[in-house]
């Protein structure tokens, strides 16, 4: 007899972050909803990861990541031989309908790339995620503004209910925070330091963990830093780099200091007097890096070969690098702050609890790295 063909699978078409994020959460919302309305108890079977996605109509890598976010809840949990099961009957999910969510953040519409900058990333897959859900995203713009009690008192004038705040590159950060505190409306800053509302934001010390894992990986122990110390988030990284090569007995990198932003004159003179010292540099952000890279070319240094180079960020308009890099992820921050703000609104009962939630990073490994040549210490310096 014949063998029985597969039914092909659908193939799907690049996702954009954005529509990443939006679909993750709707699709959890709908699962939760259909499992509640089954009256599905405990040992209920979940359909297969397949079957889900064509009924959805969402990628696998979807149904994949709202499994194990399941998983990781004690919702539902995974059985030898016999699928994924529920574990505890779910809530039934609670909508957003009506809500009107203030989005604070500075976006210069004078920049042919605002929106590609992180509060018009996120604000953007946000709007659409909340719209999904019957509430509405309002956007209060801080630059230009040359008193932000403006933007308080509209946030008043429309009614607003919840806040999620981007304001670290306001020059009066803590004062917004103050006054936005001052509202009493449940609010989640992205990034922002602050000790007046929960907070997301990238775990700085593991993007530095995992650039210095990496390079060590790959055998490397002449290495540099490349760093801005006037960042706190840059100082951070460096930080966790040395400490991870302290760690296993190594001394710690070298560290050159580069101003914000980088100059491709400061990198070729660093190219010419030092790094044919070193077998890898480690950048604290894609911008160093990829400005390392044009300088190295420019002066014949190969790289990989003569230098691995690691940064962080994955910037989209930089992925012709092929840079090995970090990947932060600005709609994980946003998806992050979303959850924590929802939580806020549908369960004021349980207070806004003054957390910080550091968001982990992936490492994106491309054409900058290499192993440690085996001649370097033999080579010119």
Request: net charge neutral; proline share 6%.
């Amino acid at each position: 007899m014949p063998k029985h063909k597969a039914k092909p699978s659908k193939r799907w078409s690049r996702t954009s972050a954005a529509d990443v994020v939006r679909l993750r959460a709707l699709c959890r919302e709908r699962l939760l909803a259909d499992l509640h309305e089954q009256q599905a108890a405990a040992g209920t079977p979940l359909p297969g990861e397949r079957v889900l996605s064509e009924r959805y109509g969402i990628p696998l890598s979807v149904i994949r990541h709202i499994l194990k976010e399941l998983k990781s809840e004690g919702v539902v949990a995974s059985v030898p031989r016999g699928g994924v099961r529920l574990v505890a009957k779910p809530e039934l999910p609670k909508s957003l309908e009506g809500v009107r969510v203030g989005f604070v953040g500075t976006i210069n519409p004078g920049d042919p790339n605002y929106q590609k900058n992180r509060p018009a990333v996120i604000c953007t897959g946000l709007e659409r995620l909340l719209n999904e859900q019957g509430g509405t995203l309002h956007f209060f713009n801080l630059w230009d503004v040359e008193d932000f009690r403006t933007i308080v008192a509209d946030i008043k004038a429309q009614g607003i209910e919840a806040i999620l705040c981007i304001a670290s590159s306001h020059p009066s950060s803590s004062e917004v925070m103050a006054a936005l505190t001052d509202l009493s409306l449940p609010m989640v800053a992205i990034e922002t330091k602050t000790e007046q509302c929960s907070r997301v934001a990238f775990d700085n010390e593991q993007i530095g963990r995992t650039q210095a894992e990496h390079i060590l990986e790959l055998g490397h122990r002449a290495v540099c830093i490349l760093e801005f110390p006037e960042h706190e988030w840059s100082a951070v990284r460096a930080q966790s780099i040395g400490a991870e090569f302290r760690k296993r007995g190594l001394t710690a990198p070298d560290s050159v200091a580069f101003g914000y932003p980088p100059d491709k004159a400061e990198l070729e003179a660093f190219v010419r007097s030092r790094a044919r010292a070193y077998t890898a540099c480690i950048a604290v952000n894609d911008d160093l890096a990829c400005v390392l890279l044009e300088a190295a070319k420019a002066l014949g240094v190969r790289i990989p070969e003569d230098l691995s180079v690691v940064g962080a960020d994955d910037n989209i308009d930089r992925r012709h690098y092929n840079l090995t890099t970090v990947q932060l992820s600005d709609m994980e921050l946003g998806l992050h702050a979303f959850k924590i703000l929802k939580e806020q609104i549908l369960k004021p009962e349980a207070g806004n609890k003054l957390e910080t939630h550091l968001v982990g990073c992936p490492l994106m490994v491309r054409g900058t790295t290499a192993p440690c040549p085996s001649n370097w210490a033999s080579r010119p310096r």
